[in-house]
């Protein structure tokens, strides 16, 4: 029984030290960008979640999309009731991974370029997607940004045929995180 | 030939008024005073995050998308790229602390200085719903 207990601690042991460390934010921040004939239109969250495994390369975001504040309120209302369809699909997720993790020295000051890979999910619609990045490790914290456009037809959000056309169908998507440990 | 001039200067001028009041009270309306905004529910911090934990669906219904007034023990104040927050955890996480956060609009950066992590605090805010994690709310005011 005590050999038992003893082994348990020490097999514990080996598994929390080859557990990656885990960074996290709860304020990362997501802005969306379209420029069109009819109108520009932009948009910031502040309230994005994000984790970070390095030792796997594992990456979470998640975000509520009646959190993204827009200049004019008209465009906001629109945004959550007949585009994204916010009471509907509340939330949009992106589980995936950092491809070239172990490339990366996440214990060394410096800045890498990163792949990710994984599926975004928006307006119930899930795609596999596979982006650019840059991450910078700096004072103990990872800094994570990409810049990638998405297709609003991807996503099944549909644009009415009045303004068709007078709306940009891509959107340009930048991510800033800058994540803190947790272990 | 007058009245039909009148007529047209008329319908013209009718047209020009309707189209500014469509500028400015719909198109350019300006967002929600959520300062002033009437609050369309009153609970304490934990009834709000229980209610999202256990039937999520039910409390998007009676929560989210509307303001809300909370009442309940401070943890700690967070800053974050000029952003501040009050925080209420609850529980731990993949994302570490889970709760009530409460995003406090500038107006209120300096009430919240005057509490501490223990204190009782009431906050009126818009509920953007639980994001498996937290529930958020958005520009908050400070109401003791």
Request: include cysteine; charged fraction near 20%; glycine fraction near 8%.
């Given at each position: ?183 | ?45 934990k009834?709000l995050y229980h ?39 609850l ?9 009530v ?34 529930v ?9």
């Amino acid at each position: 029984m005590k050999l038992n207990s003893i082994l348990l601690i020490v097999m514990l042991l080996i598994a929390s030290a080859s557990m990656g460390q885990k960074y996290v934010t709860k304020t990362g921040t997501i802005k969306f960008y379209s420029d069109a004939p009819l109108e520009k239109i932009e948009a910031i969250n502040n309230q994005v979640n994000a984790a970070l495994d390095t030792e796997t390369g594992d990456l979470v975001f998640r975000v509520l999309m009646k959190s993204f504040i827009f200049e004019k309120a008209l465009m906001q209302e629109h945004f959550n009731e007949n585009y994204v369809e916010s009471d509907i699909y509340p939330n949009a997720t992106f589980l995936g991974k950092i491809i070239n993790a172990g490339e990366i020295d996440f214990k060394k000051a410096g800045t890498y370029k990163t792949q990710v890979e994984g599926k975004l999910t928006l307006h119930g619609v899930t795609k596999s997607v596979k982006e650019n990045g840059t991450l910078s490790v700096s004072d103990g914290k990872i800094m994570a940004i990409s810049v990638f456009p998405i297709l609003l037809s991807d996503y099944e959000v549909k644009i009415p045929g009045a303004i068709a056309g007078k709306i940009s169908e891509s959107i340009d998507i930048t991510v800033e995180v800058t994540m803190s440990s947790v272990n | 030939m007058k009245i039909r001039v009148k007529l047209v200067i008329g319908i013209v001028l009718s047209g020009i008024i309707a189209l500014l009041l469509v500028y400015l009270f719909i198109y350019n309306k300006p967002h929600t005073n959520y300062e002033t905004e009437e609050v369309t529910s009153q609970l304490a911090v934990k009834e709000l995050y229980h209610s999202f934990l256990s039937n999520k669906p039910l409390a998007d219904s009676l929560y989210t998308g509307k303001m809300i007034l909370i009442e309940g023990i401070l943890t700690k104040t967070e800053t974050a790229d000029s952003m501040v927050t009050a925080v209420f955890v609850l529980d731990q996480g993949m994302f570490g602390d889970e709760g009530v956060r409460c995003v406090l609009l500038p107006k209120s950066y300096d009430l919240i200085t005057r509490f501490k992590g223990g204190d009782r605090v009431k906050i009126k805010g818009f509920c953007s719903g639980y994001n498996d994690t937290d529930v958020i709310l958005e520009h908050c005011s400070i109401l003791n």
